[in-house]
């Protein structure tokens, strides 16, 4: 009887106080540290244009700490594994200057555009970074024309 009663006084307490918060809303409510790291990029971007195929290419994506605290990067995650990541593994000071590096394979021809998810204690915990671009199909190397093999060739025999 006594927890239907606390259960009946819950609601009536809330609409007489709209404007306080219920312990719901303060528990669901993230807390932002303001004085926390925060980044600023130089691009969250990056467009490598037409690269050729098979040739691994890699861009660093920079950033400074413009807020108070450091910035630690816990994690880089990627969305498969044509890429390769890298990042500052230290603290970045307020004011200092870190990065996140990709290195994309280029083995399938066509368009492409992969993201890379920073995970941090940032302001800004979970931002994503994107490259793009085309590999272009990959010139035939070798001793032998596109149109002959070793069987077919002509010669003096």
Known sequence: MLTA???S?????SEQSPNSATPASSVAAPVVNPNAGEFQWVEETHDFGNIPQGKPVEWKFEFTNSGKEPIIISTVQKTCGCTVTDWTKEPIMPGQKGF?????NAAKEGPFTK???VQSDSKTPSVKLFFKGTVEKADQTG?????QSIFNSSGGN
């Not at 996140?100 to 994309?104: L, P």
Request: hydrophobic share 50%.
């Open 100 to 104: 996140v590096s990709a290195q994309y």
């Open 5 to 7: 009663a606390a259960f």
């Open 115 to 117: 993201a890379i998810t």
């Open 143 to 147: 001793g032998v024309p596109a149109n």
């Open 9 to 13: 006084q819950t609601p009536a307490t």
